[in-house]
């Protein structure tokens, strides 16, 4: 692996693990109240286009990282979409 693509998996890997505390948070509380499904949303779609980009260049840390990430954030979303309802 040279350092370009090191550079990035590793940027990716912290972007993609930026998420799984507030998961865990939301997990536990089940509260959603403070949390914008806006912003999960437009940032689920922008990992999206990422992963298709990734695609595009055969850039392979852009598409493991990103599509990790977009299965946590789906999880994000999930939790959100399901707690509001609980209200």
């Given at each position: 692996m040279n350092l370009i693509n090191f550079v990035g998996l590793l940027a990716g890997i912290?972007?993609?693990l930026s998420v799984i505390p507030q998961i865990l948070k939301v997990w536990k509380?089940?509260?959603?109240?403070e949390i914008s499904l806006l912003t999960f949303s437009v940032l689920t779609f922008?990992?999206?286009?990422?992963?298709?980009y990734g695609f595009?260049?055969?850039?392979?840390?852009i598409i493991?990282?990103?599509?990790?990430s977009l299965?946590?954030?789906?999880i994000m979303v999930y939790f959100i979409?399901?707690?509001e309802k609980e209200k």
């Open positions: 912290c972007v993609t509380t089940k509260k959603v109240k922008g990992i999206a286009a990422w992963i298709f595009l260049k055969n850039d392979i840390p493991i990282t990103n599509s990790i299965f946590l954030n789906l979409i399901y707690y």
